[in-house]
């Protein structure tokens, strides 16, 4: 059975932060936060598309919850996933919000190279 979540999308107005690019950025804790709860692991995706409207299904490897593991750690390393796929394919990722910004918090977007 799969449960698939957004990661890249905080809809909760919790104005969590978690560190994306090298600067604080608003992103959700629901799936480390359930991936702890569950024990059941991240496997973060990505669809990405390609010329001739076909679209490609990338996998990353899995981040396993565990002794030891917190929801910050989980949260870190679905940002490092996140940082490595986006870095790679800037064209791919579209956010239709100000990410780097929040209630009372203003920053200056990180440069994508």
């Not at 698939?4 to 107005?13: C, E, N, Q, V």
């Not at 076909?54 to 490092?80: K, N, W």
């Given at each position: ?26 992103l959700p ?85």
């Open positions: 059975e799969i449960v698939a979540l957004l990661a890249d999308r905080d809809y909760t107005g919790h104005n969590d932060r978690a560190t994306l690019f090298g600067a604080p950025a608003r804790r629901g799936p480390a936060w359930l991936a702890m709860k569950s024990g059941a692991p991240i496997v973060p995706a990505f669809l990405l598309r390609e010329t001739g409207d076909r679209y490609r299904l990338r996998f990353h490897a899995p981040i396993y919850p565990g002794t030891g593991v917190s929801v910050m750690d989980i949260q870190r390393r679905i940002c490092e996933v996140l940082e490595d796929e986006i870095g790679k394919n800037p064209c791919q990722w579209y956010m239709f919000r100000e990410m780097w910004e929040g209630k009372g918090y203003r920053h200056q977007a990180p440069k994508l190279t």
